[in-house]
């Protein structure tokens, strides 16, 4: 007589919480300034304007924007300031900075206005490997959200995974 084979992992009350499921939509672009400068480096605030005002801002619609300089040129603040207002009306979201700071902004964003109360007095495992590019702040970030609401936390995979906090029982 054989046994049956029992899936432990589906019959635990262990709750997945996988970053990857609060990636934000929508397409990621990056601007770079540096070709409005003078020779690259020198902003003259006649022509950067010229160059502000006939740019196509319509191409970064609905879309997430890092705005950045790749030239070692000091640029003023309101430089970044002033293209900022004509994207305003077509991005989702406006970064100074490169692609992997607009993805940690967008992570914090979604992490701090998700919803735990799903994940109240439960084992939860935040799953640790990721298709998606998942800043590595999203994971403190949600494992601080977590630690809020959860009986347990732990990293990794049910399989494999690394206990990270558990609730003091108030006995």
């Not at 989702?92 to 700071?101: F, H, P, R, S």
């Not at 992490?111 to 590019?133: A, E, M, Q, Y």
């Not at 702040?137 to 494992?143: D, G």
């Amino acid at each position: 007589m054989s046994e049956e084979i029992v899936n432990r992992v589906s019959s635990s009350p262990l709750v997945t919480f996988d970053l990857e499921k609060y990636y934000p939509d929508g397409k990621r672009m990056t601007l770079d300034i540096s070709p409005w400068l003078f020779e690259g480096i020198i902003l003259r605030e006649k022509e950067f304007r010229a160059f502000v005002a006939e740019h196509p801002w319509e191409k970064y619609k609905d879309a997430h924007v890092a705005l950045y300089c790749s030239s070692d040129a000091i640029v003023p603040g309101w430089a970044f300031m002033l293209v900022t207002t004509k994207l305003q009306p077509f991005a989702a979201q406006i970064v100074q900075g490169d692609l992997q700071l607009l993805e940690t902004i967008l992570y914090k964003t979604a992490i701090d206005d998700l919803d735990v109360t799903d994940f109240t007095d439960k084992p939860v495992i935040i799953k640790g490997c990721s298709n998606k590019p998942v800043p590595a702040n999203a994971y403190i970030w949600a494992a601080n959200k977590l630690q809020q609401v959860a009986k347990s936390i732990m990293y990794g995979e049910a399989c494999s995974s690394v206990p990270l906090y558990k609730k003091k029982s108030n006995r």
